[in-house]
């Protein structure tokens, strides 16, 4: 049981039984919301019971998250409805909620495309991607580049994606790799303007995922040609392509200025 109060309390005292700071009672009574009008016989001014307890109003409906303003309004103004400032506040709590719940859900989002690279199930991913698509390689990504800066700015940008952004982007890759092996097909040569222009748009179209860089490029169609996987993927597309495309890429590095032996991921 609660032991009585004295009739009246030094701010101290008050502020440890409400468990509140001295300097918010003072705050308090700068701004004439709450003030003590007592007097100790050394003349400090203390908390008579009817200002304690005008304290303790204040305090309760601070903790249900009325601003002080309307704090005021409810203990001085005869003319305030406290119902319904009580239900305007549950409506704005209700909309803080959902604006939590939205938060949560991109947190979500954002954690899982950390995690996983692509915060799409391995159902959608095959849907989106293609049959032949492995959900696995993300995460095998991850594994391998995880730490990167180029991970967290993947990761950034696929948690924020949408199922129909993450449908043109992977049109667009289809229709890049459809027009690097009819450009091959066709006996485009290294350095030529249609050479040059497909790896613009492999830099661009690459981009979506992290900035890439031309340095950045060369060092990708290396992977492309030295990796088994990579390699099978694009000479899918046809016969020789990893190798071609690694050379159109580093024609067009050269033209920069680029010598892709030095070239580094930067």
Known sequence: MTEPHSAEQTVGELARELGITVRTLHHWDEIGLASPSGRSAAGYRLYTGADADRVRRVVAYREIGLGLDAIRAVLDDATTEITATLREQRA??????????????????????????????ADEQREIIGEDWDPDAARIAQAQW??????A???????????????????????????????????VQPGSDEADALVDRHR???????????EMQVCLGRMFEQDAGFAAHYD???????????????????????????????
């Open 204 to 214: 661009e179209t690459f981009s979506n995922f992290f900035p890439l860089t031309r």
């Open 146 to 151: 995880g730490g990167t800066v180029q991970w």
């Open 153 to 187: 700015q993947f990761a950034e940008r696929a948690a924020t994606r949408t199922r129909a952004e993450w449908q043109e982007l992977s049109a667009a890759m289809s229709r890049l790799q459809l027009d690097l092996g009819d450009a091959l097909a066709r006996g």
């Open 236 to 266: 899918g597309f046809g016969e020789g392509l990893s190798r071609w495309f690694r050379q159109i890429i580093d024609a067009s590095a050269r033209k920069h200025d680029i010598d892709p032996d030095a070239a580094i991921w930067q």
């Open 92 to 121: 704005q709590l209700a909309e803080r909620v959902e604006e939590l719940l939205r938060l949560d859900d991109r947190l979500a989002a954002m954690a899982a495309a950390h995690e996983r690279g692509i915060p799409l199930s």
